[in-house]
């Protein structure tokens, strides 16, 4: 339910935030599926998935992992990725995100991938980056960074599989100057098609 904290809410049409908000679940007129619509003014609340932005970061061979301090999957490593904030470029984002967790400034290459979390509602785009200046440390989202070699990479500690994804496409396109960006894996793509195809 839309929010201002502490239970209340605030429509369009109100002036101050309503403890006991007039929003209601029902289909809105034009639409395909149910919706929070206010029933004084007719707003809807459109919930909407989340973006992720993120980056596989190469230097000199080497990939930037991040070791997540925060969780879920505290200890695991990762690439520097997180949630696009608002009015925020999807770009700037993964630039921000690898400042905030690896104190790294990086140069984003190209897209490398898109990735579809439907089962929590994520979107995830992943770039191809460089860094600008080789000095990462921990940011307070990670327990440490490492600049690894791919033999290195700790595959049975990486934290959730679009990870995976990320660090397998990355290597699919390594030395390509142009590329189609990737998306999930043929049998994560079989599981999201629903019948029929549509």
Request: proline content about 9%; charged content about 25%.
């Amino acid at each position: 339910m839309p929010g201002l904290g502490a239970g209340a809410t605030l429509c369009i049409t109100m002036t101050a935030p309503d403890p006991d908000p007039p929003f209601i679940r029902k289909v809105p007129q034009g639409d395909d599926r149910e919706r929070l619509v206010c029933d004084d003014c007719g707003f809807v609340y459109y919930q909407n998935p989340k973006i992720v932005v993120g980056s596989v970061v190469e230097h000199r061979g080497r990939i930037l992992l991040c070791r997540r301090a925060i969780p879920p999957r505290v200890g695991y490593w990762t690439i520097p990725a997180g949630y696009l904030e608002l009015n925020e470029g999807a770009e700037a984002g993964a630039r921000r995100e690898a400042w905030e967790e690896a104190t790294a400034d990086i140069a984003i290459d190209q897209l490398l991938a898109v990735y579809t979390i439907a089962r929590i509602s994520q979107v995830q785009l992943i770039y191809r980056a460089g860094l600008n200046a080789a000095e990462v440390a921990a940011g307070p989202e990670s327990q440490e960074v490492a600049l690894l070699a791919w033999d290195e990479l700790p595959w049975d500690e990486l934290a959730f599989p679009s990870v995976h994804w990320a660090l397998k496409h990355f290597d699919e396109v390594r030395g390509q100057t142009a590329f189609a960006p990737r998306v999930n894996p043929a049998e994560v793509l079989e599981r999201l098609t629903p019948p029929g195809g549509a």
